[in-house]
């Protein structure tokens, strides 16, 4: 009887102790990808991913990391506090003709704290 009172203690406790998670920001994106469509080589072109803070408690974007060195990515620096906006403006240098898929990891302090975006088109 005993064994079964201490299992359920630690049942409820674990339970108990879920439910009170401390809230978090959360990313709304307009949109996660964003195709350029056809694009003249040799010329820079970018996109700024607007999102949303959806949760409790202010997003920090430590960091957006692209995943090669013909793009490169500017954020917002200061803490986007619930229901207010910010930006990621993503830059790709159309260099070389071909088609192209290119991602950003957004690292930060969110639900999520681990988001890609990605850009594609077509450099003619």
Not at 1 to 9: E, G, P
């Given at each position: ?9 630690v049942i409820i406790s674990f339970i108990g102790f879920s439910s009170m998670q401390a809230g978090q920001g959360e990313f709304k ?96």
């Open positions: 009887m005993k064994k079964y009172i201490t299992i359920l203690a994106f307009e949109k996660e990808t964003h195709d350029f469509g056809k694009i003249p080589a040799g010329t820079p072109v970018s996109y700024n991913f607007k999102f949303s803070n959806t949760g409790s408690e202010p997003i920090i974007i430590s960091n957006v990391v692209p995943t090669c060195g013909c793009s490169v990515a500017e954020f917002t620096k200061t803490p986007i506090k619930p229901g207010e906006s910010g930006t990621i403006k993503v830059t790709y240098n159309a260099a070389a003709k071909a088609p192209f898929t290119k991602s950003f990891t957004v690292q930060s302090n969110t639900k999520t704290p681990v988001k890609t975006l990605y850009i594609k088109g077509i450099v003619e």
